[in-house]
């Protein structure tokens, strides 16, 4: 157990429709990135929340929004689903933003399947 | 700016030595280093700073080289568990983001 917690660990669901994946950071953590990673593919950046506050946005469509809570628990919330957006989602946590000396720590990942 | 790694792939037998390549365009000033093994989260190996610290984690240590703007990953009498694909991330970004490489998959066979 890594410490970082995300719910739910799988998820089917047809195009069109709206899903809301989870993350817990580890605890102290203030950092919370979010990952998406296709079927035989790197890890592509979508999100960065420092504290409660947005910090960095990558390649993450307008289709897909972010936010984290004053507990520091993130939601992803992904809408108007295409089939291409079938990924392992992956949250990670780190105790300060950057160069963090003890790097990211990642949850387990919830894989979406859009049908 | 994606770190690029080299090789793509390699297969080893148990007890013999890789090395895993990650250049950069852009000056280095940290290079992380993860494992992610098949369907599972990637886990951080190690992190090198500038200034050409080596670091170790058992049998596998790296290097950085700020002229060369590369870092190289060394596994040294590869075990099965080694098996898996490794990436590198650099620092990049106005928040200061890890960006990760392509991954090189890793097999090791008995």
């Known amino acids: 157990d890594s410490g970082v917690t995300q719910t739910p660990k799988h998820l089917i669901t047809a195009t069109g429709q709206r899903v809301t994946l989870r993350c817990s950071p580890r605890?102290?953590?203030?950092?919370v990135y979010w990952y998406q990673q296709s079927l035989d593919q790197g890890l592509q950046f979508l999100i960065h929340y420092y504290n409660g506050e947005e910090r960095a946005k990558g390649n993450i469509l307008e289709r897909f929004s972010a936010q984290q809570f004053p507990d520091l628990h993130s939601e992803l919330n992904l809408s108007s689903l295409e089939l291409g957006d079938s990924a392992l989602y992956f949250c990670?946590?780190?105790?300060?933003?950057?160069?963090?000396?003890?790097?990211?720590?990642f949850g387990s990942g919830t894989r979406l399947t859009v049908v | 700016q994606q770190p690029v790694q080299s090789p793509q792939a390699v297969i080893l037998r148990e007890g013999e030595d890789a090395v895993i390549n990650c250049s950069s365009s852009?000056?280095?000033?940290?290079v992380h280093w993860y494992r992610q093994k098949h369907g599972e989260a990637p886990v951080f190996l190690m992190i090198?700073?500038?200034?050409?610290e080596q670091k170790g984690h058992e049998k596998i240590s790296a290097s950085f080289n700020e002229k060369k703007q590369q870092s190289s990953l060394y596994l040294t009498a590869s075990q099965l568990s080694y098996s898996g694909t490794y990436f590198c991330a650099l620092i990049s970004g106005s928040a200061r983001q890890l960006t990760f490489g392509s991954g090189t998959q890793l097999t090791v066979l008995p």
């Open positions: 852009k000056a280095l000033y940290s």
């Open positions: 605890s102290g953590d203030l950092s």
């Open positions: 990670a946590s780190s105790a300060t933003t950057g160069q963090g000396a003890n790097g990211y720590t």
């Open positions: 090198l700073l500038k200034g050409g």
